[in-house]
């Protein structure tokens, strides 16, 4: 459900942007195909999916079927040369390694890229190796790409041609923690990332391990202690604190479709003995988050009781943050929850296209 | 994931309806505040909670807390001056027995009125005694009142000042049996109807039957063999066939939180034997629904071998009709799906004010 | 959870008799080897299984790693000399198909067998190509072959060499609907049944359909109308009926990991029109009932307020059975539920080992 | 399903001792009657429950019905003269403060006691207060009472009259951590522990947030930074590190019926900064754990790539444990699954009663 916000001063019309997504079938690819069949200022020129070439969106979706435009786009292969003729933007949902090689001649041809994918969100080829185990396919795009977090590279963003659009794992951890370590407030070292992920965070992929009966009535941790996101993850903190930071991480497979819960534990720079000191680090971390998300439409900051929860923002592009000092440990505690789908991938792909194309960044977005 | 229909030649804009809910907190009740927040001609002015009154919407409902409106209005006591001073159009969404003590003194004041609940449902306060087990509370006003079904009652429902919208059991018989009834092709005698229905059609309410735990990984009929909407179904069928229609109806409770799926198992008044009869009969379905619903947006008829699945329609206003004939037996399958609070309740009420206030059909409707 | 029954006069001990499984990796093979490893009187010597061939059963089914034997019996190749060589007795918990090509060495070779495939379950060879879609793969046995309904046909169970063990949706119908066929108290036409099955009885396959997020959430009928298990069915209500019997069958794929409710709408043989013609009915079912199962340990006939649930009976091997006369309709509802995987497939299967071996019948099942 | 461990040179049978459950409807007391029914030593002679005074278990658990017991047995109303008269150890399922009134009398009549409750796991009455918010209802006991975790405390259990059971998050962390403490190979400072509980560990009560449409499709942290249980937790664990602990607990609520997941970051004494010192920690850990568990039967270390998955343990008394060295950051990941409702509540408390009762620790645990 969308609410649109207020926006005045604005055009009332825009250019139409002409956009294809690459990987139409999968979770993401899917979550695309909606949120552009649905956006009033740029139209969906092209779908890719091998396996349902041939076929409308409406007959793959059936819970699309309502918009016009399902009835007669049909999946295509994944030809460059139709690509570059019929797009300006590409959207890339397709696996790390193989959407470098799409994204090499869709820029050369002049198409803007947003890339789901891995691929592009390293800055540094040797950490791509060390984390994916294969040499990166294109090391010379790195330099150009920038990090799509919109609430932290909005300007970059805009004028980039090369969108890496960052995953569930790192938004539900960089969001909270990014304001803190830029504003001194918590040290960079023993950061503790807890997270609990919906199983369309394993994509739409045959194997046993996915099965209903597999993960229901199932919690199970998975990928530790050194799970790939680690590596960009790392990378946007160090930025953020201009040191080197290194944390834990523990993904958790909960038996929901959508939604990331996140629990960080980390330590103030200054030391929380007595409730005058807890209190003072809770007015920092207010003024912090404030200074960083306040004019944010797609976060929202719990200064109540309330705790983040995963069935508040699921179906919306929303990222939910909470903190609470614990006095009796000396640390804090931050949580997040948000939509893997949304704010975890294609809502926030649409979000720097957005802020690309230069439409009001709520455009189209729940 | 609202997909706007083309409509052409229409205003730009409408005259504002204010619109008011009373019973804002239950399931029906928050869908209601979601639909009409985003209703783009609609002035939500009041919605009321006894158990919340004072909190704003944004509070009890953090999901919509991005619309600047939730921030604002505060839940109310249900004051019928306060009602009627504010809203042209009051939504009632409580008990039956409660919500026509409402009607009354809302309508003597000129409000329009949409009801969710059973309350003016049935035309015959008799059978009202029968399956609620009370006399009705303003029997006076059943004959005013429209059975709320726009795809068979448009018209009535656009003049209407009392609208009875109905359930989610009874849409999702209704719809499918009514052409087929109102064009002769299925018996009035030996149908059966089995649904399965995911918990919030249970209401938000605190009781033990109703917990996660009791609920997961459980598969219970209940209801059985007199189900109270029985009453409005048979009614309604009864209407469509001319002739009195008494069927068995098998509600199940299994663990979803939103969705209905509903097979039917009737008779055709011409006997199928072999596969050319069985051909002609669906060709005279197939006419028939096409007949019906052609242009209707909220209906899709799945007329190739894919079978109605709640997840394709949940979110959305939309059920999905499928059927199949039966050579075997003889008989004749009819299946629908369609989301309990959304085409079940709250949409196709929002989808009778549009109908009521002049509006495109879909507006405001995912 | 293993209720010891009485049992008087019984030995205190028993022969040994040595098991295999063929295709111990599957939901049903899973549940075999959990029963085997924990009855007292049978020894498990082989599980077979192509995919983890060489690993032990602890390491796969991490769940029965507290079993002794479970850390030294290895998955093996499903080779017809060891089998035959090793053990008195084998289940086949295979693909319909594949289970007559083991049947037939192994039953040659003096083994007895218990099949939970469809392969021996229909003695009619004609019909198994029609529902099957292949010629039988050993026509010759389906003579011999005994339809393995312990509380149907426990005495040619007894002395049989060849088991074919009914499936969840058969067993669901069946001990509801034959003593009333059989009693003459229902008519033998027009027979609606609808079930609702857990995901697990689609089996451990890699299959997209079958992923969590493809199940969770959604509600969906499949297989109609004319779903294989119909013809089994058919064949042994036939039998109770004396007569032909065709019915109408609805299976539903509903978000559970265990369990099968089943709701079927039956027409009494004498008309119900008042009260009192109820009440007689509810008596004649009642003795029937408690004729055909009034000592039989797996079946619960529930007959006050209660109706089955899935969860009273998931992880036993109980089927639990109510009925409601709809004086409305003038039709009689007969309500299941039980396990699919125990009363359903494998505690069925080993309910006839029981028999076949001269133990007590309710020995190692829950 | 129970898997029978040999026990050489046991008698073959046992004195018969008569047990009762005071609070036996909720969700601890319903498998305290599962376990104590099917035990074979042990007799039930009385189980109370104020809301279902009266009705026999069979009724009020279908599930159980299969049991002889469980139809003669009735709910009574918890008297002390009759428990005092009828039992000779009592099973206390019931709220903090009010397990505490009922101890009393039944131990100065000679009753010993198995407390499910918190009210006797603090040593300290004034940390009862500072967590529970009043006094202590029987402060004089806390002196004799045991804290019933049999791995640690086997010894204190077998003679000790009233045993305080721990619940299911401080068995989670306390049995992963004990040993590493007393071995001195983790600090006692900077312990940070997520939990993941199904909805059963909220209990059988009739409130809102823990209906299934509120739980289901949720993902969310409560209880922070302070939960109750942290006060036993770090009891416990301040008493194996011989000085005081104080550490971050984050439990979350997930949409199971049954399970704990617990991952748990710690920081080991000598630092990790190379492979060779990864390999050296890992060691002593193993060393560790097989020192503290390698007998035990309801501790199931896994030392190869497989991870703790609470579908592994649901419906057994077995808690699954695994760890993973982060040479990255210098710290120890440990993590536990198990079922709530047995290890971390009723199967624990029948766990000791065995080792009160001098029976085989493992009889009528699955």
Redesign the interface.
Known sequence: ???S??HTGEPSSFPTVRTAIVGASG?SGEELV??L??HPYTKLVAATSRQYTGETVA?VF???????LAKTLRFCEPQIELLTREADLVFLALPHGVAAEFALPLLAAGCRVIDLSADFRLRDAAVYREFYGHDHPAPGLLAQAVYGLPEIRRNAIRTSNLVASPGCYPTSILLPLIPLLRDGIIQSR?I?A?S?S???GAG?????D?????????????G???HRH?SEIEQELSSAADTEV???F?P?L????????T?I?VTPVNAVTDASEAEQLHREISASYAAAYRNE??I?I?E?K???????????N?L?LAW??????G?L?V?S?QDNILKGASGQAVQSMNIMCGYPETTGL?
């Open positions: 459900m969308s609410f916000l207020p979770y909606r949120l069949l649905a007959h059936p819970k699309f079927a309502s918009h016009p023993g503790v807890n609990l919906g199983v369309s739409r992929k045959a194997e046993i996915f099965l209903f009966v597999e993960c229901n009535e199932s919690l199970r941790a998975y530790v202690p050194k680690l290194v944390i834990q523990i958790h909960v038996p929901v479709n959508r939604g990331i819960a629990s534990s439409p797609f929202r719990l109540g309330a705790l983040p929860d995963t069935k508040n923002v699921v179906g919306t929303v939910e609470r000092v614990d006095i009796r440990t640390r505690l949580l929850a729940p």
